[in-house]
């Protein structure tokens, strides 16, 4: 795995030192372009994938035309591509969560597989099965962005009184539902926490 730092604020340039976000751009993307010509050379692809992946979006403010495009999901959607064996091309319209590459990656890699949400595969999207994806918005940390195949909504975190602020085709029912997985989800990740915290202090 490699990770890409000098496409990150302050955009400084590893080789002249010039903060200057368009060169810094142009030098990763021509570092980028090496290493994967690199990795052609040594007949890589010929067994091997590269997934190309985003940690977040661009860490500005969303402007008209991306809010206009995506909607809701300006502030959650990533570009991400894998290119290699097995590799089939064109566009992915099924929507993902960046969790969903680790039951991708154990998947393609083990004899058998059952996933907590069933079928969650980048590579076979035709197979995957859907469900609700859930993002905590980095701009409003009391906000969870939800979409489902159904519709979308916005959740706010309040403690016993977290609930849906907003949501578009999702009926109260269902909008209900979402927000007890979400709370069941926060109690259960509080709980292994807690666990984790007292077998570290035990360690010692």
């Known amino acids: 795995m490699i990770e890409s730092v000098s496409s990150h604020h302050p955009y400084v340039h590893p080789e002249t030192g010039a903060r200057d976000q368009a060169a810094v751009f142009r030098y990763m993307d021509a570092s980028a372009a090496a290493f994967y010509r690199a990795l052609a ?24 035309g991306e809010h206009a495009r995506l909607g809701r999901a300006a502030l959650s959607r990533i570009p991400a591509f894998w290119v290699g064996k097995g590799v089939r ?3 992915v319209d099924v929507p ?12 393609a890699t083990a004899t058998e ?19 609700c994806l859930y993002h905590a918005r980095g701009d ?7 979409f489902c195949p159904d519709g979308a909504g916005t959740i706010r975190l309040r403690g016993d009184d977290t609930r849906m602020v907003q949501a578009e085709g999702l009926g109260a029912e269902q909008a209900q539902a979402v927000v007890d997985t979400l709370n069941r989800y926060r109690i259960l990740r509080d709980h292994h926490q807690d666990a984790w915290a007292a077998k570290a202090v035990g360690a010692r």
């Open 41 to 64: 050379a040594r007949g890589y692809f010929d067994h091997g994938r590269l997934l190309v992946i985003s940690d977040h979006r661009a860490m500005v403010p969303v402007g008209a």
């Open 96 to 107: 993902f969560h960046q969790a969903d590459l680790l039951e991708t990656l154990d998947r």
């Open 140 to 146: 409003t940390r009391d906000l969870v962005d939800v």
């Open 113 to 131: 597989f059952c996933g907590e949400h069933g079928v969650r595969d980048m590579l076979a999207p035709a197979e995957t099965r859907p469900r």
């Open 89 to 91: 091309p064109g566009a």
